[in-house]
C-alpha cells in the first residue's frame, strides 16, 4: 500500500512499511548515513542519518524510522547539522585518519561528510591510536585504530556463518577483536573490508606491496586476470592494455584456466556419477570455501572437487607446458594474478599446490591493488587502445568468463559434463536456473533419461546451513553443489572495487553473460587451447594430474598476529 | 476483585513506576488488543539503578501483593504467561517466595542477564529468548506490539504491579515507594502518597538537613540536581532521594562516580553515548569544565542516542554543572 509523506516540503507516494532512508533514496533526496549498509540488519549505531518529523522534538534516525501518512520529515536544519556534526567529530575521536592508505581512498564517505558539515576532525584526541593491527594469515590486516564500532563486520561475519569478528568487553568498552577460540577461523573472504564504512580492514600488502610484482628485475613477468575483473574497472581489451602498459611481459586471461578447470571438474563429475562415490561433488575454486570446509567441515573433505582453481591451472600451465614450449626456465617465470578475492592471496601459497617445487602462481593483486597501481602510473584505461590478450592463454570460451557470477561455475561444468555423459550435442547451453542473485538456487538437469539435482549457493553462512542439513539428512539427492563464499560470488569478492551491494552485483553480473552470449565458442572443451593442450600434454596423466588436481586435508587454526 | 481493572487503573491514573510514567492502563490496553495469538507479561525487577532499593523493598514486604497484580494481568490479558524477571540478588533472597506465591499460575522466574541494562525493557526479551549478548532492540516497534518473540509483551515494574495488586482488592491508596538516603539521619525505603513533593517527604520522614545541601531526585545516577529552594516538586524517575551535604560534597568526585557507572554499564552500541561519554569522563578526569563541548555532547546524548540510558545521562551532569558547579 502507497501512503503520502513529505520529504523536506515534497510530496512522494512511499509503500507503506518502507524507513525513511529508503524512502528518500528512491527519490533522490541525500540523507547521510554511514553504519547503513542494504546487505545488513539496521543497527542505527552512528547516528548520523538523523532527522527531525514536524511537530515532534526528538531527533530520528533515517535508517530505523519507519515512514507513516501524512509524515512530514525534515533532513536539514541547524539542529540536525549540528547534531550530525557532533556526532561525526565523535567517530573521528575514535578513528585514526590515514587517509593516503585507506581501501575507501577517494570515495571516503566519512571525509566527504567532514567537509559538508565543517567538522572538526581533532577536536578530539584519537582514543584508539594505540590500539593494535591484527593480521590474518597472510591475507587479512585489521586496523582497530581505525574502527568506529559500527559492528557491521561482525554482522557480516557471522553471515557467513564464520564468527571469526567477535564483539568483547575491555576495560568499559566493547570493542571489535578476532576470536581467541581453537576452532574459529578467517577465511579471509574480505566481506569485512567491503562493509567497513571507514577502512578499518585491507589486504595485507594493499598499499605497501603493489609494486612487488613490477620490480622483478631478471623474470619475465606473467601476468593473468580473473573473469570478475571485466565486470568493474574496464572492459578485458582495457585491461590488457593496462597491463602491458604497467610492464608486462605476458598477459594471459585466467577464463581460460577456467576452461582448463571446467574440462577437469566436468571429468569428475562424470566420473563419480559412473561410480556413484562422493556424491555429491562440491565447486572448489572458492578458496574461502575450501578452508572453511578443511577447518569446520573436515568429513566433506572427500566431496571437494579436486580439480584446482583457474589461477592455480593457468599458472601450473605456465610455467610447465608454456615455458616448455618457450625455451623459458620456469624458474625465470614470475606469475602474477589479478584477483577479484583476498583469500587468492592465501591460496597461492598453499604448500599442496607446488609442482616441482613451484608455486604456479607467484603473487596476487586484487582488482582494488591492480587499480590503486595504475592511478600511481597516471593510467587511465578509458583512454587506452584496447588489445587483445596473448597467445596462446588468451581467448576463453564463454563458459570461463561466466565464472565471475555465482552459478557460472555449474552452468560451465555442466555444458561440458552434459555432452560427455550424453555424447550428444547439448544445443540450448544456458541454464538459467542457476543464475541470479537468490542465496540458494537449485535445479534438476536432465542427462539423458535421469535427472540431476544440483544447487548453487552463494554466501557463505548459506552453504554452511546447507550442509549442516545435508548431515542431518533433512537435504539429500544431490550430485553438484557450487558454493561461492561471497554474494553474488566473485564479482562481489572482496578485493573488488566498493562499494558493493545488490544492484552493483547484479550489473556486474550481467556484463559476464553479455560477454558469453557473445561468444563463439561457449563450451569449455571446445576450446581450441584446452583440446590442443589435453592432446599435446596432459596424455601424460602424471603431468595431467600434477598441474590440474591437488588434495585436500583437515586444518587447524591459521596464524593471527599483532602488529 | 475489582470488575474492569482497565477502568481501575484509569480512574487511578496509575503511571508506569520504571521512571517513564507511562498510563499503565494504555499500556494494558495495547497489548490486550493487539492482534496474536499468544501475548506475554513480564514484571521486573531488576533495579539497576544506583542507590534506589524500592524494588527490593516492595519484593520483602509485599510480595502478595506483587504477585496479586501479575495474576490481575493473566486474567485480563488473553492467552498469556507471565516473567517474573529479577536481579540476582533478589531472585536468591526472595525467589522461593515468589515461586510459592505463583503456583499453579503461568509465571516463570527469570535470573537478570548483566547490569543496568539489563532491565531496560528489550533488553530483558533478549535475555528471555536466551540472547547471548544482549542489547537493546530499537524501538517502535515497541514490546506492547512486538515484545518476547514478537508477540505482544507488557512489560511493567514490581511497583506499577504492586499497585496493580492493590487496585484489584480495593486497598489502593495512591501511595508511591521512596528510597531516601545520602547524608540523611533515616535512609531507608517509605511509603508515602504519590503527590508529596521533595520538601515534605524530607520533613515527613524526618530527614530534612540542618545544613547547606542539594538533593538528586529521581535516581542515583540519572536524577537530576535540585537546589534547596527548588524542592516544591515531586520526584521525578524511580523515586530515589539522595542528599548531599554541599560543603562535604566533592562535585566533580560525585561526577566521576556518575562517569564510572555510565562507562560500564552503556552497551556501547551508539556513538552518542559510546564516544560521549568516554568524553564526558575525559574532561571530568582533567577537572576542567570545557562547557563548550560538553554541552555539545549533551546535545548529542539527549537528542540522537538509542536508548533512554543514552538519552538521560546527561540530565544528572548539566543540573550539577548549572547549579552546583556553576
Redesign the interface.
Known sequence: MKIQISIDGKKIKVDNGKTILQAAEENGIEIPALCYHSDLS???????C?IQIKGKK??Y?SC?T?VYSGMEVITDSP?IR??RK??L???F??HKEECSDCVWYDKCNLLELSEKYNVKID??KD?KSKYPVYQFGNAIQFDSSKC??C?NCVEVCHEQGVDFLE?KEKG???QVLPSKKKNIDCIYCGQCLIHCPVGAFEAVGEFEDIEKPLKQKDKIVVFQFAPAIRSTIGTTGQIVAGLKKLGADKVFDTCVGADFTTTSEAEEVVERIKSNKNLPILTSCCPSWVKFLEQRFPEFIPNISTTRSPQTILGGLIKTYWAEKQGIDPKKIFVVSIMPCIAKKFEIARPELRISGMDPVDYVLTTREFERLLVRRKIDLTKLKPQKADDIFGKPSGAGVIYGATGGVMESAFRTAYEKLTNKKLNNVEFKQVRGMQGVKEAKIKIGSKCKKIAVINGLGLAKKFLQEIKSGKRKGYTCIEVMACSGGCIGGGGQPMPIDDEIRESRIKTLYQIDEKKKIRKAHENPVVKKVYKEFFKDKKIAHEVLHTSYSKKTKGLVKII | MAGNIIEELKKYNLLGRSGSFFPTALKWELVKNCKASKRYIICNGSEGEPKSLKDKFILQNYPEAVIQGVKTALKTIDNSSAFIYLRKDYYKEFGNKLKRLSKGFPIELIRKKGNYLGGEETVICEVIEGSKRPEPRIKPPFPSESGLWGYPTLVNNVETFYCVGKISQGEYEKTRFYTITGDVKKQGVYELPEDYTVKRILKQTGNYPDFDFFVQSGGGAMGEILLEKELNKQVQGIGCIVVFNAKKTNPIALMKEWTTFFLAENCDKCTPCREGIYRIDEIIKKGRIDKQTLNDIFLVLEKTSLCPLGANASLPFKTLIKKVIK
Open positions: 539496521v543497527r542505527a549505531s552512528c547516528r548520523i538523523v526528538e531527533l534516525p530505523s519507519k539542529e549540528k547534531a557532533i556526532n567529530e565523535l567517530l575521536s575514535q577536536r578530539f582514543r568506529i564500532d559492528r564483539i568499559s568498552l566493547f
